[in-house]
């Protein structure tokens, strides 16, 4: 089955520690995403890739760090600058250029990262 | 920085009854506005979008509102079942790239 894959599901971090989130896809999509989740608040987008050895700030991106280096992965790096790292992340994807309907946001099932 | 107005925050329905949930947004310039369905540590899928050329689209027991002038569009969910249960997110589009996302509404269908 196609999909995304994220590793792991729980992860757990000493502050002051980089941590690097996993998000692999098989669907062929292009453009790929991440989010970060917090209780009661709606997704927050912190980088996105159109492409292979590109990406994009997105609206939360302090902190944080990426790379596109295959079509397939795109890893996440918590680095100890993210003043609250705690929360649930998401990776997504898309076919194509960008998000419409005809290719909508596909998810993984995230990774809870905890850091203490 | 442009927002999408979500409410209610958490809503409890009876078993047959209709929820519904309501999204407010700000740019008219938005072209498509989907809703998400989330379990609990799964992520969101997509369950119906809209594109503003349209006033209503149903799936099964899944209908979306759409009002442009008032720039609103809801969720209602008809004969809600308990498998309903989840957190419904409602989105709009601010770019290519880019979904603006509702808090989320925690719904609970009580059997």
């Known amino acids: 089955d196609g999909g995304i894959t994220q590793s792991p599901k729980y992860l757990f971090r000493k502050e002051g520690q980089n941590v690097t989130l996993s998000c692999e896809q098989n669907?062929?999509?292009?453009?790929m995403y991440w989010y970060r989740q917090d209780p009661g608040q709606g997704l927050r987008l912190i980088y996105y890739?159109?492409?292979?050895?590109d990406f994009q700030k997105g609206d939360i991106a302090e902190g944080y760090s990426v790379s596109r280096e295959k079509k397939e992965s795109f890893p996440l790096t918590v680095t100890s600058a993210q003043k609250n790292p705690t929360a649930f992340y998401l990776c997504?994807?898309?076919w194509g250029q960008g998000i419409n309907p005809n290719s909508p946001l596909h998810f993984g099932n995230g990774t809870r990262l905890t850091v203490t | 920085q442009q927002q999408v107005k979500q409410s209610p925050q958490s809503l409890i329905v009876q078993k047959g009854g209709i929820s519904i949930i309501n999204c407010a947004y700000e740019n008219t310039a938005f072209d498509y506005f989907p809703w998400y369905q989330q379990f609990p540590g799964k992520g969101p899928a997509l369950l119906i979008a809209i594109r503003p050329d349209v006033s209503e689209k149903k799936e099964g027991r899944f209908t979306i509102s759409f009002n442009k002038s008032a720039k609103q569009f809801s969720l209602h969910i008809m004969d809600s079942q308990p498998g309903d249960s989840a957190t419904y997110f409602c989105a709009s589009k601010g770019s290519n790239y880019q979904l603006i996302w509702g808090a989320g509404t925690k719904l609970i269908i009580k059997p």
């Open positions: 669907l062929n999509h292009d453009a």
């Open positions: 890739s159109q492409i292979v050895n």
């Open positions: 997504a994807s898309t």
